[in-house]
């Protein structure tokens, strides 16, 4: 299953331009919105014999809705010197043929770090998670070697393309996993 992920980065600058325009909007709303309703109000005061109310009438006669029934015809029963006739069933569902899967798809992660050390793990760990990367989305593989020791190898993603998965791992770089890379599973 493969997960989508968009990243949307903006810089302080845009992102006050982006709350300005989106407040100059909303007083735009709001005065157009106060000057359409003071004109209605001024034309009442001006001209109130033009305002006719018309009262809501409450429908009292509802017409009854009248659903017609199917009307099922009796069959024939076979006769003596008729032969008794096979019923048709109903053919049963042709299988259908699943193609083949002509390449796996694939699924990409950035690993940020591979060390034989637990503690440095459980570190990087949190500072992923400082950095909006949910245990959910950690893989941790611990790769026992016999002679040399245990290799943990600590991954974030799946991501659904490379395209994303590179720039997580720009990311990364910067956030001070200089190591980081994509993998492709």
Do not use: C
Not at 158 to 169: E, I, N, Q, W
Request: proline share 10%; hydrophobic share 45%; no cysteine.
């Amino acid at each position: 299953m493969s997960r989508s992920y968009y990243v949307i980065e903006l810089s302080a600058r845009w992102l006050t331009v982006l709350l300005v325009a989106l407040a100059l909007v909303m007083v735009l709303a709001f005065a157009l919105g106060y000057g359409a309703a003071w004109s209605v109000l001024s034309d009442e005061k001006a001209a109130p014999s033009a305002a006719v109310a018309t009262p809501f009438v409450m429908p009292t006669d509802i017409p009854e809705v009248v659903i017609p029934t199917a009307v099922v015809q009796p069959t024939a029963s076979p006769t003596a010197t008729s032969p008794p006739r096979a019923t048709p069933t109903e053919a049963p569902p042709k299988p259908t043929r699943t193609p083949a899967p002509t390449a796996a798809a694939q699924e990409f992660f950035v690993q940020v770090l591979a060390s034989s050390n637990s503690t440095s793990v459980a570190t990087a760990r949190t500072r992923l998670e400082g950095l909006g990367f949910s245990r959910e989305h950690q893989h941790l593989i611990t790769l026992a070697e016999p002679g040399t020791g245990t290799l943990y190898k600590l991954r974030v993603g799946p991501f659904p393309d490379r395209a994303s998965a590179d720039r997580v791992a720009q990311r990364m770089s910067a956030a001070g996993f200089p190591d980081s890379w994509v993998v492709a599973e």
